[in-house]
């Protein structure tokens, strides 16, 4: 197996996992290839390779492509150049990412208030960085995780929450209508995979559950992501190709159809603000900021 088959062996069976470490991993993988003397030929199917572990997290292809178009703008110089400069052009840009989740971080911690319930689903790295920003920031805030079945993906932020020092809760998915009223949480927060151009956000399973309810009891819902996860491609979250892990991970019953949707769909009727790098702004800011920052235009 080459490296790159075991990154992306890595991300098809979530050993390396969430949207922003995948896209990581990848460019990670990429400037391997670089450093050991590979250009565009070598770095083309790897990046192919990488892209097709797993289809649903934009950010993963998203910063494949970037790494191909910083390398492709430096194929015309020497072997010894292209390989220099193209390790410099992909540091920068994992740089890059790494100052965007400190900004959306503090972004995010200046929206909660002292002594707030925020409720979390899954485990996102950004969301982690918004709470734990405010508790350093010294807001007495206490959090509320989901399992997030069938991966247990919620203990994983339960357990750095908790670490953190923040009072810390775990419950598990289907009980989020009972504790938003129960633990009278007062904010939630998520992460997301793909956020498409109408708004609509693509999120771990259960997320979309989890924004009906909140609209139901009038409390804020907000989705933390990087402007690397909007994607140009995906128009309306309906039209996400969705991911289906294997059954084995839920259960098995004779004769009974198991099915395992990873991720689902937050219209984004039901989202109040989407916290980037570039600001906050409600989820129709989606389209304007693919137009501005990436040059994307709807034709015709
Ligand atoms: P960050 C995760 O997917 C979750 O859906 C999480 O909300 C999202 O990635 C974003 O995570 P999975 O890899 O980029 O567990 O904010 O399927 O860390």
Known sequence: MSDVDIVAESIRSMKVRGARDIAVAAAL??????????????????????????????????????????????????????????????????????????????????????????????????????FSKAWDDGKKIKVVCTEARPRHQGYLTARKCSEHGIPTTLVI???????????????????????????????????????????????????????????????MGRMVNIEERDTSEVTEIPNVTIRNPGFDVTEAKYIDAIITEEGIMPPQGAYPLLKEKYGWELKG
Request: net charge negative.
């Open 29 to 130: 993988a990429l400037k391997k290839i670089v450093d050991e003397g590979g250009k565009i030929p070598e770095l083309e199917p790897a990046g192919e390779k990488l892209k097709a572990a797993r289809p649903s997290a934009i950010a993963l292809p998203n910063a494949v492509n970037y790494v191909m178009y910083l390398a492709d703008g430096n194929k015309s110089l020497s072997d010894e150049e292209f390989k220099e400069k193209t390790m410099k052009d992909i540091d920068g840009f994992l740089d890059q990412m790494a100052k965007s989740v400190k900004k959306i971080a503090e972004i995010g911690a200046e929206i909660i208030r002292e002594g707030e319930t925020l409720l979390t689903h899954c485990q996102s790295d950004t969301v982690f960085e918004i």
């Open 173 to 235: 998915d289907s009980a989020v209508h009972w504790a938003i009223r129960e633990l009278d949480v007062d904010k939630i927060f998520v992460g997301a995979d793909t956020v498409c151009a109408n708004g609509d956000v693509v999120n771990k399973v259960g997320t979309s559950q989890i924004a009906l309810c909140a609209d139901e009891a009038d409390i804020d819902f907000f989705v933390a992501a990087d402007s690397l996860k909007f994607s140009a491609e995906s128009m």
